[in-house]
């Protein structure tokens, strides 16, 4: 992998968090960062558990953007997305880790290597680092979480379940 940083979007981390997973990021990336505005988007509710999940996950890093007008290019997009993506810009992200369609079709006319929470559990199996995929899939949708239904069964399949 090229030796830029990982930036989170905050649906991945809210997955991760709500799987009690938050330490798979630093054993499959070392350290992650996530705009400001991600921050604040993530600590928006339960703001105290919260706080003290990115308190107790050190390898997870709120990062402000150089320029914060850069976001603002992203017509569409929430400021969370918009602040990912222009510092992956910024830093010259090796991954940008992000959910959402909008932000992720952006990604992609960036060039910018792209992956998602399903992604992140594929990765994280294919490591050895949790032993199935689908339980997580399936507590993160009992979260109310949205996959596309294709997403889950190519997913489920490449992880061989």
Known sequence: MPAGPVIL???????LWLLDQL??????FGQVLIPTAVHDEFLAIEQSTRQQALATSPWIQT???????????YIGLDR?????????????????????RKG?????????P????????????????????????????????YFDPQLIDHVLQLARE
């Open 23 to 28: 330490p798979l990021l630093q054993h499959l």
């Open 114 to 145: 792209l992956t998602g929470s399903l992604g992140i559990l594929l990765l994280a199996k294919e490591k050895q680092l949790i032993s199935d995929v689908a339980p997580a899939i399936e507590q993160l949708q009992a979260n109310n979480l």
């Open 104 to 112: 992720r079709r952006y990604a992609k006319r960036l060039a910018l």
């Open 9 to 15: 979007n905050n649906t991945p981390l809210v997955a």
């Open 63 to 73: 990062t402000p953007l150089s320029n914060p007008q850069t976001a603002q290019i």
């Open 80 to 100: 969370g997305e918009s602040e990912v993506l222009a510092l992956a810009l910024e830093r010259s992200a090796r991954l940008v880790i992000m959910d959402e």
